[in-house]
C-alpha cells in the first residue's frame, strides 16, 4: 500500500513534466527561429544575400510559422500530457519535433554558412538534415492523420496504405540525395547554401534517379488514398469518433481550399487538440454551418462586385465613367439579394450538416408553437416524439407519463405496441430497451411526471448539441405531460366512478330482492291467508301477526339500505354528530375527535362522511386493529380527515379497490387523499377538501 501512496504522485507528475517540457521547448525552438530569421535579414552589407527574402511576404510567412510552432507544441503538450501513453500521442510528437528541427536548421545552417560563415558550429550538418528530416516530418504528419484519433488504423486492412507511405517518402528522400546541395533558398530555391553532401551521397540518389517521376506519381495517388481513407473513416464512425473526425475533418478541408500549408500547421493541430481533449464543449456542427453561410456570402459579395464592377466597369466604365454609377448599383443588387441568398446559404448549410433532420432551434420553436395553439396532449405528444427524433437523428423516441404509480408509454416514434406490462420506474424504462437508450426524468415540483426516451443507433451515442435539445425539450414537456396525465386520471376516475356506481346500483337491487322484497312478499302471502279464512280464527290473526312482522322488517332493511346511502342524521345535524353515531355502530372501539362542529356544503359533508364511513370499515375488515381515532379539523378553508388505526399497516394504495374509490371519491370533489401505511405500524388515511 505504500508503494502505492509513494508512486502514484509520480506517475501523474511524469505526463505534467513531460508536457511542460514539449510547450517550453518548442516556443523556445520557435523563438529562436524568428530571431535568427530576423537577424539574417538585418545583416550588415557585404554578405552574400541575393537569395534571402526581405519583403512584407517574408514577414507574413515568418509569423505563421512562428505561431504554427507554438501552437504545435502546446497542442501536442496538452495531447501528450491527457493520453501519456496513447500512440497516437506519441506519433504526435514525432511530428512536431520534426517539425521544430525543419525550421531551426534551416535558419541556423543560413546563417552559419551563408550570413556569418564559420560563426555556429555544426552548421553543415544542420544544412545536410534538410534533406532527412522535412521527409521524417512529413512521415509523423501522415501517420497523425491515418491514426488518428485513436491510435488505430481503420482496419489491418488499410496497413497497406502505412507501408506505401514509408516507401513513398524514403524513396523521395533517397532520390533526393541526387542534389548536392542539401540547402536552397530564395524564389523557387534557386541559389544553394554553400555546402554539399558527401559524394558518396550523390551515387547512391544517382542510381534510383530514372524512378522520381514513378515517385511523383506515387504521391498524388498517395494523397488521393489518404483522402479517400478519411472520407471512409468518417462515414462509418459513430459517436465520439465522429466528432473527433469532423474538427479534423473540417481543418483538412480548409488546408485544401486555401492552398496553405502554413496554415494548416496552425488549424490542422488545434482541430486534434480540441477533437482529443474538448470536443464536447465546442459545436464542430455550429462552426461547418457559419462557415459555409459566410464563406458563401463572402464569395456572393465578391462575386457581384467582380462581375458588375471589374467585367462591366472594364467595358464600360473607364470609357464614360460610369465607376462610381456601377459601384452604387453592386450595392443596391446587394442590399436586394443578399436577405434570399443568406436564406438560401442557410438552407444549404443545414442541410450540409443536418442532413433531413430539423435544426435543435426549429425543434423548440415548433414544439413551443404547437403548446401556444393549445392543442391537446393526445396530438402534442406524438408531435413531442416526431421533433424528438427529427432533432436528435434517433432510431426511435418514446414519451412515457406518470399515471398513478406506473409509467405509461403515451407516445413514440416510429409507432409501437404499448400493450403488456406498465413499468413502475424510470429505472424499469431503461431495462425495456437493455440500457441502450438515453432517457431524461420530466419533473414538476418535485414530482415525476414522465419521462422521455432517445434510441439513437448501435454504436452511436447523442452529441453535445443533441443532448441540450433532450434537455430543453424535456424542461417544456412538464405542461404537456402534466396535462396528459390529468386527462387520463379524469378519464379512469370517471371510468372507476361508473363502474362504483353500477356496482352499488347491483348492491342495492341485490339487498332489496334479497330483503326487503322477499320480507312483503311474505306479508302479501299471509294476509291472503288470512283473508281467505279457511282456517279457525286463532289461525287467521296468527297469519296477521306474520304479515306485520314481515312488514316491520321491510321496513327495518329499508331504513337500514337508505342509512348506507345518505343518513338522515348527517342531513339534519352535520358531520361530526352522524361521524359519532357511525362510531357508536362500529365493531372495534372508534373515537371521533371533531374540532370542526359548522355546518358545510351538501356536497362535501356527504363525500367526508363516506370517507370516513369506508376508511373505517376497511379498518374493521383488513387492519386486525383493536382501537380506531377519526379526526375533524378546518383550517385555511380546508377540511381535514384523519381516519388512523393501530392495526398492521401495510396498505397498498394500488390493490384493492377500497382506497382507490376513497381516491376518486375525493378527487371528484377536489380535494386530494394521503395514505400512510408502514408495515407492523398502524395505518392513517388522510383527506383534504375545500370548503370555503
Known sequence: MAAAVVGHPTSVRAPAIAAAAIAIGGSLVAVATLLLTILDRQAAPGYTLAGLDVGWSLAVR????????????WVCAIVVWRRPTALLSLLFLMWVVFTWLQAFAAEYAIH???????????????????????GLALLGGAMVVLTFPDGRLKSSRWRVLVVFAVLDIVGDMLIGLDDPYPLRIGAMAQQWVPVSLPPALWASGASIAFASGVFIWARQLLAVAVATYLVLRLVSASGEVRLQLKWFAYAGTFLIVTFSSLAGLVLVPIAIGIAIVRYRLYNIDLVINRTILYGGLALFVTGCYAVVVAGVGSVLGRRVGLDPLLSMITIALLAVLLLPVRSRLQAIANTAVYGKRARPYDVLSDFAGSIGRAEQAGVLL???????????????????????????LAASEPAVDASGPEPASIEEVAQLHGGNADLEPVFHDGELLGVLVVVKARGE?????ERRLFHDLASQAGLVLGRFRLVQELRESRSRLVAAQDLERRRIERNLHDGAQQRFVNALLALGMAEAGDGPRGDRREQIQEASREVQAGLSELRSLARG????????????PAARAL??????????????????????????YFFIAEAVSNAVKHSAATSIEVRITESQGELKLEVSDNGVGGADPSLGSGLTGLRDRVAAAGGRVEVISPRHSGTVIRATLPCA
Open 112 to 134: 552559419g554558412l551563408l550570413v556569418a560563415p564559420g560563426s555556429l558550429p555544426l552548421a553543415d550538418a544542420a544544412a545536410w538534415s534538410e534533406k532527412f528530416v522535412p
Open 461 to 465: 451515442e447523442l452529441t453535445a448539441v
Open 382 to 408: 406524438p408531435r413531442m416524439a416526431q421533433l424528438l427524433r427529427e432533432g436528435t437523428g434517433a432510431s426511435s423516441t418514446e414519451v412515457w407519463v406518470q399515471v398513478g404509480d406506473r409509467l405509461r
Open 565 to 576: 346511502l345518505q343518513p338522515p342524521l348527517l342531513t339534519e345535524a352535520g358531520l361530526a
Open 62 to 73: 515568418t509569423l505563421v510559422e512562428t505561431v504554427a510552432l507554438i501552437t504545435m507544441s
Open 583 to 608: 362510531a357508536d355502530r362500529t365493531s372495534i372501539p372508534t373515537t371521533v375527535v371533531a374540532e370542526a362542529e359548522r355546518r358545510h356544503p351538501e356536497g362535501i359533508e356527504s363525500t367526508a
